[in-house]
Structure formats: C-alpha cells, structure tokens
C-alpha cells in the first residue's frame, strides 16, 4: 500500500481546466494524492450562504496549483485509509457559511481519529488567508 499525502488546498481565484479541480475564489479544501500534481481525492464543500453546503467527495481529481492556489501538506496517510477518511467527510456536519469552517471541522476530526497529528491544526491555522 502506498503512502499518499494529505493537503490543505487554498484558492483565490477562477481557474477552469477540463477533468481538473476547478478552485472557487477563496476555497478551502483537504486533498489526498502521492503528489500535488497527481490524480487524487478532493475532500470539500460546496454550495452558497441562501441554499446551504453539502460535503462533496471527487476522487481522481488533478489540482490546479498556480496562480491563485496554493497548498500545504498537513501529513501523511495509508491508502487503505482512504475509504475511512471519506466516511470521516461525509459524517463532519455541514457548515453553515465557509468552506474553511468545514476544512477545519474535518482536520479535527482526523486529528481526533489518529489520522493526523495536532501539528497540522496548528499549520492550518498559521495558513495564509492568501497564497499567491
């Protein structure tokens, strides 16, 4: 089984590419691949304030990391956890306005599970609102 990565996707502006992530402004989103530029799991929400967020899980997405987007790493994973971790998505509530809420709800949530380390909270939170 191989290793694969965990990152904290930030994006702030439109980027739009056929079979690729396409990041909304200021989107904030958990991925999981071997590398940055591989295919990989998209762990985020989408939706707007007035009609309300869902979790939204994409696997064999490629990210769009330039322009306005950056990432950090957060850790490290075993693939055979992957299906776990789409579990831990899909059961972290919803969040009522921001896609950041939410990614910090589930860094949380796989901190508590053992799947991360507190450290990558603490990279969160030290995360620039802006990476260019």
């Not at 992530?21 to 530029?37: C, E, G, K, N, Q």
């Not at 295919?39 to 899980?57: I, K, Q």
């Not at 306005?68 to 971790?85: C, F, N, Q, T, Y």
């Amino acid at each position: 089984m191989n290793r694969l990565q965990i990152y904290l996707l930030i994006s702030h502006e439109w980027i739009a590419r056929p079979q690729e992530y396409v990041p909304l402004p200021t989107h904030w989103a958990i991925f999981i691949s071997p590398d940055i530029r591989a295919e990989g799991t998209l762990f985020n929400t989408l939706g707007a304030p007035f009609y309300g967020y869902t979790v939204d899980v994409r696997k064999n997405i490629r990210p769009v990391t330039s322009g306005g987007a950056g990432w950090l790493s957060l850790g490290l994973v075993h693939e055979s956890k992957l299906e776990r971790l789409e579990e831990i998505a899909k059961s972290t509530p919803e969040p009522v306005g921001k896609c950041r809420v939410w990614a910090k709800w589930f860094i949380e949530r796989l901190v508590d599970e053992g799947v991360l380390h507190e450290v990558a909270l603490q990279t969160f939170e030290a995360a620039p609102k802006k990476m260019l």
